[in-house]
Structure formats: C-alpha cells, structure tokens
C-alpha cells in the first residue's frame, strides 16, 4: 500500500495514505511514522529512530540503561515486576488474585 511519509519522525506531518496498491518490494517501512500517528510515546519513537539510525549506518546500538538512573524510584518498581514475571511458573494458570496482589505491591509501593 502507498504511503505519503514526512521526511523525518519528527515532522509535524503524518503519514498520508494514497490508497493505491503498487507491485515490488517496499524502499522502507513506514512503521516508526504510523506508531507516531496511533500515539505510541514519543520516547518509544524515538528509541525505535535511534535503533534504526545505528543498524543503518552500522555503529553499535547504546543500551539503554546507560541513559536513565538506575536508582530511581521506578527502577525498583521495574526490578520488582520481572521478578514476579519470572516467577510464574504458568501464566495459562495464574489467578486474578495474584495478578492483583501483584499490582498492589508494585503500584503502591
């Protein structure tokens, strides 16, 4: 499908669909322009440009943790979430009441 996509990311623009099938392989993708359009977060968006500008140009790609403070408060709260997610044995078995002592403990700590 044929799609009119702004010149960058971050463009006030958004993608404008032609409405028009064409034949042959895409030149590119207009994914990180449609997620900007449906209201992905604009720092996913633009860690996904990031991503994409490093694999392009074929430098290495900086983690993540490297920009944020690993002692913040949220941190504790990501680190508390992953390990409840690796403990569950199996989520086709998991209760409602520990889904929801699980929100409990992460949402007010």
């Known amino acids: 499908m044929a799609v009119h996509i702004p010149s960058s990311v971050d463009d006030d623009g958004d993608p404008i669909p032609l409405f028009k099938l064409e034949d042959g392989v895409a030149e590119s993708s207009a994914g990180l322009a449609c997620a900007k359009m449906a209201g992905v977060n604009r720092n ?48 086709n078995k998991i209760s409602e009441d520990e889904i929801a002592r699980f929100k409990e403990n992460i949402f007010n700590m």
Do not use: Y
């Open 44 to 91: 996913v968006v633009e860690r996904a440009q990031e991503i994409l500008t490093a694999l392009k140009t074929g430098h290495p790609v900086e983690p993540i943790s490297s920009k944020i403070n690993l002692n913040s408060i949220s941190q504790s709260n990501v680190q508390r979430a992953l390990s409840f997610f690796l403990s569950v044995d199996s989520w």
